[in-house]
């Protein structure tokens, strides 16, 4: 069965069906040493790029080494430390992605927080996508394919739930900046490192009287490592 993700004649970030994703702006994160891994290394050298995600399994694993070190030795507190740092991280590439770009009148809020997922998802987490909007206030992706879907155990990937907690954080920021006054929430319904065949997300126009749900959670999942850590240290 053929996949869009077939076609080779365009990178996996650059194409969305939606006539107003030409529209979308956004920068690329980390965009000095970007320029120089196209400009100086891949286009005059002989690196292999695929070893980047060699490198970038290493730092990931690392992380979660770290996480979970810290849940033993310091608990909730140390926890939360690690928790921070991650969300200022997130929020740092929300930053950069939207820094200086505007929502065009004509893009409905459903179109920007799925492109802006995409951005994310392709971009910045180095995976396979397949979006869709469903309507105003409802949008959803698959991730086809996740750089740490055959190293990663299930709940290793509460680390990303850090990141990207800032990063919607920024999105939040970015649009109220914008004039716009929206809330929209993300639930995941399924994960490959479960034993799925995709981790599949919802987007849903959220209630700004109640807790989002992806925060909500992250708390659950949270308590869970730690009743964990203390097993492992008894």
Same mark, same amino acid.
């Given at each position: #069965?053929?996949?869009?993700?077939?076609?080779? +004649?365009?990178?996996?970030? !650059?194409?969305?069906?939606? $006539?107003?994703?030409?529209?979308?702006?956004?920068?690329?994160?980390?965009?000095?040493?970007? @320029? *120089? /891994?196209?400009?100086?290394?891949?286009?005059?050298?002989?690196?292999?790029?695929? @070893? /980047?995600?060699?490198?970038?399994?290493?730092?990931?694993?690392?992380?979660?080494?770290?996480?979970?070190? &810290? =849940?033993?030795?310091?608990?909730? !507190?140390?926890?939360?430390?690690?928790?921070?740092?991650? +969300?200022?991280?997130?929020?740092?590439?929300?930053?950069?992605? +939207?820094?200086?770009?505007?929502?065009? $009148?004509?893009?409905?809020?459903?179109?920007?927080?799925?492109?802006?997922?995409?951005?994310?998802?392709?971009?910045?987490?180095?995976?396979?996508?397949?979006?869709?909007?469903?309507? =105003?206030?409802?949008?959803?992706?698959?991730?086809?394919?996740?750089?740490?879907?055959?190293?990663?155990?299930? #709940?290793?990937?509460?680390?990303?739930?850090?990141?990207?907690?800032? #990063?919607?954080?920024?999105? #939040?920021?970015? &649009?109220?900046?914008?004039?716009?006054?929206?809330?929209?929430?993300?639930?995941?319904?399924?994960?490959?490192?479960?034993? =799925?065949? @995709?981790?599949?997300?919802?987007?849903?126009?959220?209630?700004?009287?109640?807790? *989002?749900?992806?925060?909500?959670?992250?708390?659950?999942?949270? $308590? $869970?490592?730690?009743?964990?850590?203390?097993? !492992?240290?008894?």
């Amino acid at each position: #069965m053929k996949s869009q993700h077939d076609d080779t +004649t365009h990178k996996h970030w !650059e194409k969305r069906e939606e $006539k107003n994703w030409k529209q979308f702006q956004f920068n690329q994160p980390y965009s000095k040493g970007l @320029t *120089r /891994l196209n400009d100086q290394v891949l286009a005059k050298t002989n690196f292999d790029p695929a @070893t /980047l995600w060699q490198w970038g399994t290493m730092q990931a694993m690392a992380v979660i080494d770290i996480l979970k070190s &810290v =849940e033993k030795h310091f608990g909730q !507190e140390g926890q939360q430390i690690i928790n921070k740092s991650l +969300t200022r991280v997130g929020y740092d590439i929300g930053r950069q992605v +939207t820094e200086g770009t505007t929502i065009p $009148k004509e893009m409905t809020n459903a179109e920007w927080t799925s492109f802006y997922a995409t951005v994310i998802n392709r971009i910045a987490y180095a995976s396979l996508e397949t979006a869709r909007i469903r309507d =105003e206030k409802d949008a959803d992706f698959h991730i086809d394919w996740c750089p740490h879907q055959d190293h990663y155990q299930a #709940m290793d990937c509460r680390v990303q739930r850090y990141f990207v907690q800032g #990063m919607i954080d920024a999105a #939040m920021d970015f &649009v109220k900046s914008q004039g716009r006054e929206d809330i929209w929430d993300v639930a995941f319904r399924t994960t490959i490192p479960s034993g =799925e065949e @995709t981790c599949f997300f919802q987007i849903q126009h959220g209630d700004p009287e109640q807790a *989002r749900k992806w925060a909500e959670y992250t708390e659950f999942i949270e $308590k $869970k490592a730690l009743e964990i850590a203390k097993k !492992e240290n008894n």
